[in-house]
C-alpha cells in the first residue's frame, strides 16, 4: 500500500502536535542500588616464601602399592605418619608407617581385618595426640558394608570396632573429627537413591551414639547436601537444589534447622570446603584465556558466611596447572595446593573470602607428570607436607617448616 507524501507530512505534524501535549507528570520511586557481586574479586597476594625452611625426606615404599590416595597425617609430636590401602584379590588391608630418626617404621596393618578395607578419609589427631581413623569396609562380596573405627597411641593400635553396618549401600561414607573435651564423633552419609542421609554419631565407652537422619526434609524439590561439623556437637548444611542454587540448614541438639533458600548460583562444581569461619569455598580446574590461546588453571569461588557470594578466581594465574587442587585444614588455617607444568607446587592460603597468600616450591625436572596426591599441615601451622606421584612406584615427598 502506497502511502503520499501528503499523508505522511499530516503524521508528522499530529505526532509533533502530541508532543506538545501537557501529559500528568509521573513520579518514579527513587532507584534502589543494587550489588555486584562480580566486582568482588579475589586479591591474591604473592608471598615470599624464601625463609620456608624445605626438606625433600625419602618417600615411603611400598610393598602392596596404594590403590586410593594415600593420607598424611603431621602427629602433635611432629611426627609423620603415612596411610594407604591397597588392591588385593583377598583380604585388602589399611596400613600405616611413621617417619622417625630419618627412616620409615615398618609398613603394617592397623587390624588384620577380614574383607576388603578401603580409606577415604584423613585420619585426625586429638587434643591428647592419639590419632583416629575410620574406614569403609566390604565384609564380602555383595555385603554387609561398614564403616570400622581404631585409634593409635604412638605405640599400639586399639581393637577395631564396627561403627555402622548396612546391607545395601557399597557408597557408604564417614569421616571423624574431634572436639576440644576429647570426645570422638563422625559424620556418616549412607546413599539413598540418588543423595544421602546423614547421621551424627558420638563414641561411648559402651559404642557409638548414632543420631536419627539429620538430612533437612525439603518439600519443594532435590537438593543435595554436604556439610561442616561444629565444634560444639552441631553440623552446618550447604545444600544446591534443582536450579543450583545454595540453601543453608543446620542440626544441633537433635533438631534440624530451617531451611534458608538464597538466589546464589552455585557453579556446576561440587568439590568444596569449609573453613573455620563458615566461608564456603568451591574449587575446580578448568581453562583459563590467554593472549592467543587458552591453558588449565585451578580456581576456586567464596561465598562468605553472611551468604555474600565473591566471582570466581583464577589462582593460577598464566600458569599450566596439571593436577586437581588438593586441600588440607587444622584449626585455623585451610591451603589449597596443585602442581604446575613448570615444576612447582602453588600453595594458596585463603583469608576470608577478601584475599589469599600464594607460596610456591621449585620441583627438579621430571621425567613423567607429576600427581599431587597428599597434604597435611600440623595442628600449629608449623610443618606442611606434599606427596607427589611420578609413576606407579616412584614417589616424592617435601616437607616445610613455615614462616609465615
Known sequence: ?????????????????????????????????????????????VADSSTWIWNELPAPTFEFLPQNNPQLVIGLDGKLHFFWDTLSDDEAFIYHSYFQDGVWSESLPISLTLGKSKLYATPVVSSDGNIHILWYNELKLGGPYRLLYAQFDGINWSVENEVYITEKNSNLRGELFADSQLNIHALIKAPVGVNYDFFYLTKTPEGWDISKPITPEVTDGFVFWKYKPNQSSGVRLYGKDLMGNLRISSWENGVVGDITKTSIHLPIYDTYFIDNARNYYIYWTGQVPVPGSTITGAYYQCIS???????????????????????????????????????????????????????????????????????????????????NKLNVNDFELYCAELSQ
Open 1 to 45: 500500500m502506497k502511502i503520499s507524501l501528503r499523508k505522511l507530512l499530516f503524521i508528522g505534524i499530529a505526532i509533533i502536535t502530541m508532543s506538545c501535549i501537557s501529559l500528568p507528570k509521573v513520579t518514579l520511586p527513587t532507584t534502589v542500588p543494587t550489588f555486584d557481586s562480580s566486582s568482588l574479586i579475589t586479591q591474591i597476594n
Open 305 to 387: 558466611n553472611s551468604l555474600l557470594p565473591w566471582s570466581e578466581t583464577v589462582l593460577s594465574g598464566d600458569k599450566t596447572v596439571i593436577t586437581k587442587p588438593l586441600v588440607t585444614q587444622n584449626e585455623s588455617v585451610s591451603v589449597i595446593a596443585w602442581v604446575t607444568k613448570d615444576n612447582k607446587i602453588e600453595f594458596l592460603f585463603p583469608n576470608g573470602c577478601e584475599n589469599a597468600n600464594l607460596y610456591d616450591l621449585d620441583l627438579p625436572e621430571a621425567k613423567t607428570q607429576r600427581q599431587l596426591i597428599s597434604l597435611a599441615i600440623s595442628s600449629t601451622s608449623n610443618n606442611l607436607c606434599s606427596l
